[in-house]
């Protein structure tokens, strides 16, 4: 009887190589098989063995390679033959990966997993853009909210942003109008800062700031692509802030 494989779920970080785990660097490097999302840069793929089978699983807005389920179909199937599966995500697996799904699944079909977490996009974007999320002098509380999911005007954000609260948004390009129109709605004043963090962590790397009122014009103005964030609050525009060469200021 084939023995089981075990199935990685493991975290890419932001992008750049030098921020990957070593036990990540360790399975990338000795995988037989990677099952990847579209958002793991080349040169963390590059660091596979030249004999290991790289599938891509990428998601794009309204079209998927594979829809989940059939994902986790794909690294259920691949285990039970005996195979050690790498699933390479973006980030960290736990924060917007659904690693939290192709865990459940791979336990109820008695696969073993182990998640090996990695430097989530908001944690690699902060460091790049030196922008503290936290601040004694600004924001005691940081909150991650997904800006591209069903029910987002359904949604309540009151609360999650305004004085000493930092808001961290994944997916929100496309739904920008509609994010900078739901949290005025909710209370937050237009000229709350923001800035908007495109392919952190890397050298084409961008930081664009203004205000809440201005969002969609900013991600607009600056052709702001995925992947990127979007960080409200006043941690944004501190005065004391060291901005990375590679960043844009934006003027309103």
Known sequence: ???????????????????????????????????????????????ARPDAELISVAKKRARHTLPQEDINVLLIREAQKGRDVIRLKGGDPLVF????????????ANVPVEIVPGISAANGAAAASQI???????????SFVAGQCKGLSDQDWSGLAG????????????????????????????????????????????VVRGLLAGLPQLITQHAIKSPALIVIGDVTARDDRVIAQTAVEATQ
């Not at 023995?3 to 990540?24: E, F, H, N, S």
């Not at 990338?28 to 958002?39: F, K, N, Q, W, Y």
């Not at 503290?132 to 940081?142: C, G």
């Open 163 to 206: 004085k000493g609260r930092t808001l961290v948004i994944y997916m929100g390009v496309k739904t920008a109008p509609q994010i900078a129109e739901k949290l005025m709605a909710d209370g937050l004043t237009p000229d709350v800062p923001v800035a908007v963090i495109e392919n952190a962590a890397r050298p084409n790397m961008r």
């Open 1 to 47: 009887m084939t023995q089981t494989g075990t199935i990685y779920l493991v975290g890419a970080g932001p992008g750049d190589p030098d921020l990957l785990t070593l036990r990540a660097a360790r399975l990338i490097e000795s995988a037989e098989i990677i099952v990847h999302d579209g958002l793991v840069d080349p040169a963390i793929l590059a660091l």
């Open 132 to 142: 503290a999320l936290t601040h004694r002098d600004a924001s005691s509380i940081v």
């Open 97 to 108: 990966g659904r690693g939290g799904e192709e865990a459940e699944d791979a336990r109820a």
